[in-house]
T-cell receptor
């Protein structure tokens, strides 16, 4: 019974580099979420997928951020031309049903991104 | 502008005593509230939730109280155990709204339970 997994767990990038962060949700979960957690803050919503459809990307900070879930399972969050302010923990979560506030979101351990 | 506020960055209690973690919210559209617990180097883990149609929800040692008029909720842990030491996040969603899946989190409170 695997939970949500994320890779890599830690990523160090030089400013200007592109990075790709992977999320493997719980098998069969319809909904997938990405959050950004800056140091000393709570997680902040980035984007939401229902199966392969990206229904909400309102939280993505800039057009340098791009997320996809092409087959409705694994998702990738890509950040182009990384900046120091992108340094944060990126959390992925999944839930069983179509996104509903009452549906429990299960979180992965996160990817800690440090941009030098 | 923080819509969910946890004004106590940290709390320290003795084992066996009650821990009370507080959370305030400003968005009157929020109608579903959750508490998550987070250990270092792990993702947040769901603990307990409450709908705005209730004012109390209990699960074992954990009880969440909701005061809608004050826009305030609290998490009570009785009795506190050393294994409860973690960061606790309060989160809210607007279930009636179009983006009912979106959780808004507070900054968290670090609870330390001393043996």
């Amino acid at each position: 019974g695997a939970g949500v997994s994320q890779s890599p767990r830690y990523k160090v990038a030089k400013r200007g580099q592109d990075v790709a962060l992977r999320c493997d949700p719980i098998s069969g979960h319809v909904s997938l979420f990405w959050y950004q957690q800056a140091l000393g803050q709570g997680p902040e919503f980035l984007t939401y997928f229902q199966n392969e459809a990206q229904l909400d990307k309102s939280g993505l900070p800039s057009d340098r951020f791009f997320a996809e879930r092409p087959e409705g399972s694994v998702s990738t969050l890509k950040i182009q031309r990384t900046q120091q302010e992108d340094s944060a923990v990126y959390l992925c979560a999944s839930s069983w049903r179509k996104g509903q506030g009452a549906d429990t979101q299960y979180f992965g351990p996160g990817t800690r991104l440090t941009v030098l | 502008d923080q819509q969910v506020k946890q004004n106590s960055p940290s709390l320290s209690v003795q084992e066996g005593r009650i821990s009370i973690l507080n959370c305030d919210y400003t968005n009157s559209m929020f109608d579903y509230f959750l508490w998550y617990k987070k250990y270092p180097a792990e993702g947040p883990t769901f603990l307990i939730s409450i709908s705005s149609i209730k004012d109390k929800n209990e699960d074992g040692r954990f009880t969440v109280f909701l005061n809608k008029s004050a826009k305030h909720l609290s998490l009570h842990i009785v009795p506190s155990q050393p294994g409860d030491s973690a960061v606790y996040f309060c989160a809210a969603s607007a279930a009636r709204g179009g983006s009912n899946y979106k959780l808004t989190f507070g900054k968290g409170t670090l609870l330390t339970v001393n043996p």
